[in-house]
């Protein structure tokens, strides 16, 4: 069966920076655009960034342009998602997500994700 597994959560100092891992099995790797989400309690899970199969195309929310960039390894069937210059309200559950679809749309909705994972928690400490 599909397994999506994130890793690679923890705690760090504002300003620091993570690097958050996806690992998928039981799926054609290359047919999905991979998301990357992130839910605090009591709020929506919210899209962080979405990128193709080809990694030529990676949308980002506005709150983490120029902060968070994910990249793939398609042959390790490996998401990863370098956070930098993390900031407090950056806290949140950390999801990664099989997109239905090869491509990303203009947004990152939670609609568009077919196989989730678990989560990785992030904290960032002022």
């Known amino acids: 069966q599909v397994q999506v597994v994130e890793s690679g959560g923890g705690l760090v100092q504002a300003g620091g920076s993570l690097r958050l891992s996806c690992t998928a099995s039981?799926?054609?790797?290359?047919?999905?655009?991979m998301g990357w989400f992130r839910q605090v309690p009591g709020k929506e899970r919210e899209g962080v960034s979405c990128?193709?199969?080809?990694?030529?195309?990676?949308r980002s929310a506005d709150s983490v342009k120029g902060r968070f960039a994910a990249s793939r390894d398609n042959a390790k069937s490996t998401l990863y998602l370098q956070m930098s210059n993390l900031k407090v309200e950056d806290t949140a559950m950390y999801y990664c997500?099989?997109?239905?679809?090869?491509?990303?749309?203009?947004?990152?909705?939670?609609?568009?994700?077919?196989?989730w994972g678990r989560g990785t928690q992030v904290t960032v400490a002022s």
């Open positions: 997500g099989a997109m239905k679809k090869p491509w990303c749309d203009l947004r990152i909705p939670t609609s568009a994700v077919e196989y």
């Open positions: 990128i193709d199969w080809s990694s030529q195309t990676e």
């Open positions: 039981g799926l054609t790797f290359e047919d999905h655009a």
